[in-house]
């Protein structure tokens, strides 16, 4: 038997707070002199309580209304797709300065109208501008936002 595989246990019983002087926490059983958190049933304040001024939360003004975390869609109208053809997605979108980069959401809205025969590859698309776009030959195929190409690791020489 080694001495790191002992297996011991503690002998020693959990301290009894407020049973005397002699039991070791007796009088104010570790909780100090008067005040608040001396009291019983100290532990119910919220946790925001400061003492009884007025808390943070309740000082700070709040705004109406709700900020969503989620990216909007780039929207693009139909009535810019005329100068393209063929297979439009968010790449050739980007390539044209329709949107921001070829990795966020777009939604194509009703503008004006649309002569060009496209097949469109997006995200979103308003009933109208899916109605038209059929009107002018082409067909509307909702995709996935284009995954970012992972950086490499170069290593410096």
Do not use: C
């Not at 532990?43 to 309580?49: C, E, I, L």
């Not at 808390?55 to 209304?65: F, H, S, T």
């Not at 109605?131 to 509307?140: H, L, P, R, S, T």
């Not at 909702?142 to 020489?157: D, I, L, Q, Y």
């Amino acid at each position: 038997m080694k001495y790191n595989e002992l297996i011991v246990e503690r002998n020693s019983r959990p301290t009894r707070a407020g049973r005397g002087i002699a039991a070791g926490r007796g009088k104010t059983a570790g909780r100090g002199t008067k005040g608040q958190k001396a009291r019983t049933g100290h532990r119910k304040m919220p946790a925001t309580f400061m003492g009884g001024q007025r808390a943070l939360m309740q000082a700070v003004p709040k705004l109406k209304g709700f900020k969503s975390l989620h990216k909007k869609a780039e929207l693009v109208y139909t009535d810019n797709l005329n100068g393209l053809s063929g297979i439009v997605d968010n790449f050739i979108l980007a390539e044209a300065n329709l949107i921001t980069n070829p990795y966020v959401k777009v939604k194509v809205i009703t503008r004006g109208e649309l002569e060009a025969k496209i097949d469109l590859k997006t995200q979103f698309a308003s009933k109208t501008a899916i109605e038209m776009i059929k009107k002018a030959g082409g067909n509307f195929t909702k995709t996935k936002v284009p995954a970012r190409p992972k950086a490499e690791n170069k290593v410096s020489e």
